[in-house]
């Protein structure tokens, strides 16, 4: 699924190869079971396996990165996972050290559900509020984070 304005549609190429070596480089390995970290895919690209439990709407930060898109990718577990556009967000936070940049929670926002298996590509331009609950029910989850230099 790729969601997002139809601006940003054609200013990135989401078939570009760095994407689809992030792509195979999911489907070629059992994420669920690997330990959490960091790995190496290809120049550029860099995967980071991690376990956490999802948090209440109200907790989940949205957030943005200038230097890298995120696909994020549920390998185990169920979470909803909101997206707006920069543009029409309030920041309230910068660590560009980090490469993170917190808002506030939007006027206008996209929340998709996220189950094992599924993913979604955020590209600088977009922010997202990763991590909160399914229909306000807590639960664990293993996901992977790709990150593509821009």
């Not at 929340?111 to 609950?133: F, T, Y």
Request: aromatic residues 14%; contains cysteine.
């Amino acid at each position: 699924m790729l969601a997002t304005s139809i601006d940003l549609v054609s200013k990135y190429d989401y078939l570009e190869e760095k994407f689809k070596k992030a792509y195979q480089w999911l489907k070629d390995h059992d994420t669920a079971n690997m330990e959490d970290g960091r790995y190496e895919i290809t120049d550029g690209v860099f995967a980071m396996v991690q376990r956490y439990e999802t948090i209440d709407f109200n907790e989940a930060r949205f957030e943005s990165h200038k230097d890298y898109f995120d696909i994020q990718f549920i390998a185990k577990g169920l979470e909803s996972f909101g997206m707006a556009l920069v543009k029409d967000c309030t920041l309230n936070e910068s660590r560009p050290n980090d490469d993170v940049y917190f808002y506030d929670t939007p006027k206008f926002y996209t929340q998709v559900n996220l189950k094992a298996g599924d993913l979604v590509v955020v590209p600088p331009d977009e922010v997202h509020q990763p991590r909160a609950c399914y229909q306000n029910q807590k639960m664990e989850v293993i996901k992977v984070v790709v990150k593509v230099k821009v």
